[in-house]
């Protein structure tokens, strides 16, 4: 089993910045990939940005040069979402999965808010 535990939520204007926290714990041996995903009211959940066990980024064409995902090497177990320049249409709540032996496990959520 795996745990996950995101912070770092909140509300800021536009043009803000924010950076989410995602605390992995339990059996994270194996992880495979982490990933932020956020849902909005009203729409499916998507993928924001996601890193492999190798370093291999990936992001949404909506967040590229604005969100960084990146993990803590020295813990290896905590994952970050740093968002820069934030818009109103980033609001959602943002959630970090991993994938682990083909399984994948989800935290709980973290809500972000924009207002212009």
């Known amino acids: 089993q795996v745990r996950l535990v995101e912070s770092g939520g909140g509300l800021v204007q536009a043009g803000g910045s924010l950076r989410l926290s995602c605390a992995a714990s339990?059996?994270?041996?194996?992880?495979?990939?982490m990933g932020w995903y956020r849902q909005a009211p009203g729409k499916q959940r998507e993928l924001v940005a996601s890193?492999?066990?190798?370093?291999?980024?990936?992001y949404a064409d909506s967040v590229k040069g604005r969100f960084t995902i990146s993990r803590d090497n020295a813990k290896n177990t905590v994952y970050y979402l740093q968002m820069n320049n934030l818009k109103p249409e980033d609001t959602a709540v943002y959630y970090c999965?991993?994938?682990?032996?083909?399984?994948?496990?989800w935290g709980q959520g973290t809500q972000v808010t924009v207002s212009s």
């Open positions: 339990g059996s994270i041996f194996g992880i495979n990939t």
């Open positions: 999965k991993c994938n682990k032996f083909s399984r994948d496990y």
């Open positions: 890193i492999s066990s190798g370093g291999n980024t990936n």
